[in-house]
């Protein structure tokens, strides 16, 4: 029997999906409002809503003070590098798991996890001794790697549970009519895999965008993405809300219109599995 | 060609052995048909044939030549699933083209292949659509003309109907059937259906616990079955097999005879009881019997309508030329 739901508390439930929506999203709200305050009214008290004298001020200085374009060039290397790597390594992990699974593979799957309940600053000092040694520090390409293997486990784990939605079927259906392992891998299983590789790369490349301890403490100048340009303006020697809050919104933006263009295919991907 | 044997074949998942050493011919042409309650092995000895399992000792030649380390592609079998298993991001056409396009085949060919099951199948007018816009009828006549299109030297058919609804099942199972005279290839089919397995096969292979119980035809089957087990599978409803005193009086442990060979009589007969349930269709009553003085329920089929209700009193006379006796073991006597 379908549950009733009436008006009433189709409207109650809507409210209550609406004020938890925007609180999650006010501090982002603020954070794009302040950037477009002065200083001395960022942090007015009681604060000002709406009613400030709207200015670009804090983005001229802010793209004066610091090349934003490096910044942000840096990030999208780093983002797309370790998302594109990682894909390469957990599509053929996360398939021989899915389809030809050995008496150990529930074991790994939970060993891959297990890495991520230890905190990063855990492994900080052998990583950074490790990069100091290999001549790393501050390069791209050394982020891109430590960003790619901490969100690996991430990526082998939402693909594992895609693939293992495709029926086998399907797989041996194709093995009978003639297809190679290559083949069965491209004519079959990627195309029906595509929506679940899709948003796993998307949130993957999210993730790297936004990671912010090891962008931090393995970077300088050269290879500095956009967490540490916001960064850069966090300074305890003076008042720079408003600058801090218009790099910050410069760092997100780009990614928050490539998250709401994407959001069917990034909700899809997230709940994948939960309703059949 | 298609003739398919097994020798000496075995399978084993870890330290279970599903299939003990077994041994089976099916010539070419025959339409033979692995039946048995679930669990029994069937679908795997069929995944053995297809490659699709490799298994554990024993040689499978397929004509003639030892297949038993080829895969699946390369062993000239199609088969069709019981989920259907057609590649939903593509159209029917390229559904039933996928086997030919790995082979390489050139597209005019596969094109004239294609149109030519597709009519053969009635999907013609599908022909454009994916698997999700069509009905699970239509959907089984695609997973069929993917599989004939390659022109197989077998093909295997796994449990194809259970997915369907009793009317279209009955519908299917003819098409199958004339699809086999009219291709008269070699067909190997899988179902716990004896109903199926008597209706379409040349030949019954009955499997319990990956054993063959017996192999023969539809009706050597009935008439004749080896033991208690394929004396109860085969035939509905199934045979009333008796045992105890009864049985002891015509020297056998086991006594079975089925209910369309016992026949209701006024008075007197062999045995009497009360009617529990009457299932009356019409053209059949089927008479369930307890009260006998034996331990079993009898079952009883009357030709047409015959007129009595729960609780009334019923005389029963068994054809005795008819009867099938079993011994200790469950085995047949004579």
Known sequence: ?276 | MGQIQLKQVTKSFGDVQVIPPLDLTIQDGEFTVFVGPSGCGKSTLLRLIAGLEDITTGHIEIDGTDATDLVPAKRGLAMVFQSYALYPHMSVRKNIAFPLRMAKMDQAQIDKRVDAAAAVLNLADYIDRKPGQLSGGQRQRVAIGRAIVREPSAFLFDEPLSNLDAALRVGMRMEISELHKKLDTTMIYVTHDQVEAMTMADKIVVLQAGVIEQVGSPLELYRTPRNTFVAGFIGSPKMNLISGEEAAKHDAATIGVRPEHIDVVESGGTWTGTVGVAEHLGSDTFFHIHNTGLAETLTVRAIGDVNLTHGDAIHLNPRMDELHKFDAQGLRIG
């Open chain 1, 1 to 276: 029997m379908a549950r009733s739901v009436t008006p009433r508390r189709k409207l109650l439930n809507t409210t209550i999906a609406w004020a938890i929506g925007l609180l999650i999203f006010f501090p982002i709200l603020w954070t794009i409002l302040t950037s477009f305050k002065s200083e001395a009214q960022a942090i007015a008290s009681p604060p000002i809503f709406l009613g400030f004298d709207w200015t670009l001020e804090n983005y001229r200085v802010v793209m004066e003070r610091s090349d934003y374009a490096r910044f942000l060039w840096n990030s999208i290397i780093i983002a797309g590098l370790s998302t594109v790597l990682g894909c390469i390594i957990a599509i053929p992990a996360a398939w021989s798991m899915a389809f030809v699974p050995s008496r150990r593979t529930k074991d790994i799957l939970l060993w891959m996890l297990s890495t991520k309940m230890l905190p990063a600053v855990g492994v900080l000092y052998p990583i950074y001794l490790i990069f100091i040694e290999l001549g790393l520090l501050d390069s791209r390409a050394g982020l891109v790697v430590v960003l790619m293997l901490i969100n690996l486990p991430i990526i082998v784990w939402m693909l594992y549970t895609y693939f293992k939605e495709i029926p086998g079927e399907i797989l041996e259906a194709a093995r009978m009519d003639g297809a190679t392992l290559r083949q069965e891998l491209i004519y079959v299983l990627t195309p029906m895999a595509i929506p679940g590789i899709a948003s796993t790369l998307l949130l993957n490349f999210i993730l790297a965008w936004n990671e912010a301890f090891w962008t931090l403490n393995l970077t300088a100048v050269n290879a500095a993405p956009l967490t540490a340009f916001i960064a850069s303006y966090s300074s305890p020697e003076g008042l720079f809300f408003a600058k801090l809050s218009a790099a910050s919104t410069m760092a997100i933006a780009p990614i928050l219109i490539l998250g709401w263009f994407s959001q069917k295919q990034l909700v899809r991907g997230l709940t994948f599995g939960a309703v059949k």
